[in-house]
């Protein structure tokens, strides 16, 4: 299966508590039971954690770079507390109708880690998220969809998965999978 120790995950829904009103303060951010334990053991064992999120509540002027940034520090810090890492964190700042190639379901996000990292593509990388499109920006760059069913996973599910979709409960559940495979 996994060819390559690299995995790309969704923030909201996938690492954290999400909501319809966006996460707009630290306050705001909170993890996801198992979610940094997860992410932790899948950093010991080797693997490149990535993070790519569409954080369109910057171009909505409900928050800013500054506060998003003490969101992903807070997450590496928590990650960290546990002996692991997070590689890369990539996000999107700009809304639905800016036309970027970064915003999912586009796959500019996952092609810039695949650049990172040097490969070509991101075949056999997981791609973990809770949206469709979470599921097809990987899908789109060549990685493997992994739909959670935390977030709005459960709303997802009723629609069409891309092909080749993997379900699992949350990102614990993923990280033993992929842990022992």
């Known amino acids: 299966m996994a060819t390559r120790k690299l995995i790309v995950l969704d923030r909201d829904g996938v690492i954290n508590e999400d909501s319809d009103a966006f996460i707009k303060t630290l306050d ?19 693997w490149q ?5 569409n954080q369109s509540g910057i171009a909505r002027g409900l928050f800013n770079a500054a506060t998003l940034e003490s969101m ?15 590689a890369l964190i990539l996000h999107c700042p700009h809304g639905p109708d800016d036309g970027c190639d970064c915003r999912k379901p586009k796959p500019g996000m996952f092609r810039q880690i695949a650049d990172h990292y040097g490969y070509s593509d991101l075949a056999d ?21 992994y739909l959670v069913r935390t977030g709005k996973g459960p709303i997802t599910l009723e629609r069409p998965l891309p092909p080749g979709t993997l379900v699992f409960a949350d990102l614990s559940s993923v990280a033993s999978h992929l842990l022992n495979e």
């Open 28 to 46: 705001e951010w909170i993890p996801l039971p198992g979610s940094i334990d997860a992410i932790a053991a899948l950093s010991k064992a080797g």
């Open 49 to 53: 954690v990535c993070i790519a999120t």
């Open 72 to 86: 992903h520090q807070r997450l590496r810090d928590l990650v960290a507390e546990r002996g692991g890492r997070i």
């Open 125 to 145: 990388v997981p791609a973990v998220g809770d949206s469709l499109r979470d599921l097809q920006a990987g899908a789109a760059a060549g990685a493997t969809p």
